[in-house]
C-alpha cells in the first residue's frame, strides 16, 4: 500500500503527520510519500528522533493556509505540499492521499487535479461516526457544498450506500435522509425533491431521519445537503467536547473525586473513545476518482495514523469502482 | 400570574402536566387554568393525590396528537384544549400559555388565534441552552419555519436580542448567525444575504458563528433558519443522550465502578444538570403577541414546572412590547 501524504496540512503539521506516518508504518508496513518542504522534514524527523523508514520525500516548497481562498490550490498555491500530493495521486504514484489541511481547498484541487468520478455531479465530504449499536454510519455531505440540487442528494445516498457495503460489509445500508422530522412529508422542497429521488433508486432508502436518532443506529448512511450536514458534525463535536470538558471537572473537583476517577479509569476510557473522532480517521471525500481521506485539521499523530489506515482501508476496498458503476447505471436507467 | 395549560399536550399528559403544575403552585403560587377535559382531569388528580388548588379547569373535549396535520388546530380540532388554551389567553383571560402538545399546532395555532406581533413576518421557535460560560444563549428559529428569506432571518435577530436583553438582562447581547466558518463570506446564498440584512440592524451582530461554539459561549443570540436550526437541537439532545448512556453504563460496569460511582454522585449530578433541558424549561414563541411556552413533548413533572417558570418570566420581562417597537421602529427606518 503507497499513501501519499500532505506534511504541511493541519493545525499541527509536520510534526504530528510525520509521528503518525511513522506509527502507521511501524503498524502496518505502508510505504509512504511524504509530501511538502523537505528540509523542513527532514529537521523535523531529526530534531525529534522520528525514523522515516519506508518513507520518501516529494518536495514541495509551499503551503495553504486555513485563512487562504480555496481556489488557491488551482492558482497561486499549485506548488503546495497538498496540490503537488494530489497531482502524484493522479498520476498514479499511490494508491491514496491523505490531508488533514484546508478542506475547501481539498475538495476543489480533487475536483479538478484529480477528477470526479464520470457522471457525479458533486464530490461529498463523508463522515463516518460510530453508533451506540457498535457499528459506523455515514453523514454525507458534511461541508463540500453548501447548497445541494436533489439529484445531487440522490448521488450521495448512492455514493454512501456503495461505501459503506465495502468499508463494513453491510449487504444492504440503510440509507435516510436527515430531515427535521421522520414523516414522509416533512422538510422544505429540497428534502421533499430529494426524498422523491432517493425512493426511486436501487438503494435501501428507509426514509426521514432526526439527527437525534443518528447516534442510536437509525441509518447506515445518511445523507443532507453540506451546510447542515457541517451544522451536525460541528454540534455532535462541541456537544462531545462540552460533556467531556464538564466530566473531566467533575472527576477532579476534590481527592475524593479524584481517588473515585482512578477506580473507574479504564471504564471512562472506553467510555471516551466511543465519540472520540481520533479513534475513527478522516473523512473520505466521496465522488472523487481516486481515495482522499481529509483528516480533521487537529489531528495528532494517533488520529493521523488512523486516517492513514482509513486510506488503506478506502484504496483497498474497491468502492470507488462500485461507485462508478452504480452512478453509470443509473444514468442509463435515467436515459440522460 | 395568571398562567393558562395545555393538560392534555405531550407524551405524559395529562399526569405529569398536572403534577408540574401542582409543583408550581406550592413553589410560586401561580393560578393556573388547567384546560382539557374535565372528568378525566379530576380523575387522574384524585387517582393521584394531586391538589388542584389555584387551579381552575377549563374544559375542552379534545386533544391533538402528535402524528395528526397541525392545521387541525385551525379545522377539525378547533375544540382541543391548545385551541381553547389559546384563545383563552388571547381574550385576555391568562398572562402566559404553555404547552407540551405538537410545536407545528402550537406555531399554526399561536399565529393564527393569538396572532403575531405587527410587523413580523415569521414566529420563531427559540431554544435557550445553558453555556459552559455560566450563562444562557438563545437560537431561533429551531423549528418553526423550515425554509426562511433572508428578512425573516434580520427579525429573529432584532426579536433574540430584546429578549436576551429582559430575560438575562444583558445590556447588549451578541447577536450571531449560525454558519459553516466564521469569515463573512461563508454559506450559501441564504447565509450571506442574513448576513448584510443583520449587520445593518440596530443589534449587537458579531457575524458569523460555527456550531462546535455555541456551548462555549461564542454568541448571546443564534440566529439560523428552522431546518438548521431543527438539525442543531436535535443532534445536541442526541449527543447528550448518547453520552449520558454510555457513561451510566460506565460507571455501573460492576460493583468497583458502582462504588466509585456512588462518591462521584453529587459531583456528576451537577454535571448531569448542565446539559439537562428539564433545568431550562421550554422554548418560547417569538414573534406572537402574547407569551405561549412550548415544552419538551416528553416533558416530566419538573421539566413542565420549569416551562410554567419560564412563561411567568416572559410575561413579567415585557419583551414583547420591546420587540414590537423594534420591529416597528426597524420598519419605519426601512420607510416601508
Not at 71 to 86: N, P, R, V
Not at 121 to 126: N, P, V
Request: aromatic share 6%; charged share 25%; with cysteine.
Amino acid at each position: 500500500m503507497k499513501l501519499i501524504v500532505d506534511a504541511f496540512g493541519g493545525d499541527n503539521a509536520p510534526l504530528e503527520i510525520i509521528k503518525g506516518c511513522e506509527l502507521a508504518v511501524k503498524e502496518y508496513g505502508y510505504e509512504i510519500a511524504l509530501v511538502g518542504d523537505e528540509k523542513k522534514i527532514r529537521d523535523c524527523a531529526n530534531d525529534n528522533n522520528i525514523s522515516l523508514q519506508n518513507m520518501k520525500i516529494v518536495h514541495a516548497p509551499d503551503t495553504i493556509s486555513m485563512e487562504e481562498h480555496p481556489d488557491c490550490i488551482l492558482k497561486e498555491k499549485k506548488d503546495s505540499s497538498m496540490a503537488k500530493g494530489m497531482l502524484l495521486l493522479a498520476s498514479g504514484e499511490g494508491d491514496a492521499f491523505v490531508t488533514a489541511g484546508s478542506t475547501g481547498a481539498a475538495v476543489i484541487g480533487s475536483t479538478f487535479l484529480i477528477k470526479r468520478i464520470k457522471g457525479v455531479k458533486r464530490a461529498a465530504l463523508a463522515a463516518i461516526w460510530p453508533n451506540d449499536a457498535g457499528g459506523s454510519f455515514m453523514v454525507l455531505d458534511v461541508g463540500a457544498n453548501v447548497e445541494c440540487r436533489p439529484e445531487v442528494l440522490g448521488q450521495f445516498g448512492l455514493m454512501g450506500s456503495e461505501y459503506m457495503k465495502s468499508f463494513l460489509n453491510i449487504e444492504n445500508p440503510r440509507v435516510a435522509l436527515l430531515n427535521v422530522g421522520t414523516e414522509d412529508t416533512k422538510g422544505g422542497d429540497l428534502q421533499k425533491a430529494a426524498f422523491a429521488v432517493l425512493k426511486d433508486l436501487p438503494i435501501n432508502f428507509i426514509g426521514n431521519v432526526e439527527a437525534r436518532d443518528l447516534l442510536f443506529g437509525a441509518a447506515d448512511v445518511v445523507v443532507c445537503d453540506g451546510f447542515s450536514g457541517n451544522i451536525l458534525l460541528k454540534s455532535t463535536e462541541g456537544v462531545a467536547q462540552f460533556m467531556m470538558k464538564n466530566l473531566k471537572q467533575a472527576l477532579y473537583k476534590n481527592l475524593k473525586t479524584k481517588l473515585a476517577a482512578l477506580v473507574l479509569k479504564s471504564s471512562l476510557k472506553e467510555f471516551k473513545s466511543k465519540l472520540d473522532y481520533t479513534e475513527i480517521g478522516g473523512a473520505p471525500l466521496m465522488g472523487i476518482s481516486k481515495p482522499v481521506i481529509k483528516a480533521h485539521g487537529n489531528s495528532k499523530a494517533k488520529a493521523f495514523k488512523n486516517a492513514l489506515v482509513q486510506a488503506a482501508a478506502y484504496a483497498e476496498g474497491g468502492s470507488i469502482s462500485k461507485i462508478a458503476d452504480a452512478v453509470k447505471k443509473e444514468k442509463n436507467t435515467d436515459n440522460e
